[in-house]
């Protein structure tokens, strides 16, 4: 049975930094890109990618500068970290698998995603 399990997120005060986790389990994980998508009460927001051997990234406009995605295959974890936190930064954390047909970085429209996470929620507020 496949699990992806988030967890990490908390109220942060602006400026501040959380790192959160994706436990994966029930799949080969490091033959996966893994990828962090957001949403906040409407459709999703894509962040961040990072392919199956952890050697490539790509970052949206979102998450450049202050986000930084990680994995560590023999954990079959993956991480995002983010810094200087902003109210706008507000929303569910969702890690995802995509679908190995879809093409990197899997932002596009036809992208496709064969494993959700529960989401994490991050709130940013004074």
């Known amino acids: 049975e496949v699990h992806l399990v988030e967890s990490g997120g908390s109220l942060v005060q602006p400026g501040g930094s959380l790192r959160l986790s994706c436990q994966a389990s029930g799949f080969t994980f490091g033959t996966y890109d893994m990828v962090w998508v957001r949403q906040a009460g409407k459709g999703p927001e894509w962040l961040s990618v990072i392919?199956?051997?952890?050697?490539?990234?790509y970052y949206t406009a979102s998450a450049t500068g202050r986000f930084t995605i990680s994995r560590d295959n023999a954990k079959n974890t993956l991480y995002l970290q983010m810094d200087s936190l902003k109210p706008t930064d507000t929303a569910v954390y969702y890690c995802a698998a995509p679908s190995m047909g879809s093409r990197w970085p899997h932002f596009d429209e036809d992208a496709r995603y064969d494993y959700w996470g529960q989401g994490t929620q991050v709130t940013v507020s004074s």
């Open positions: 392919n199956g051997n952890g050697d490539a990234t």
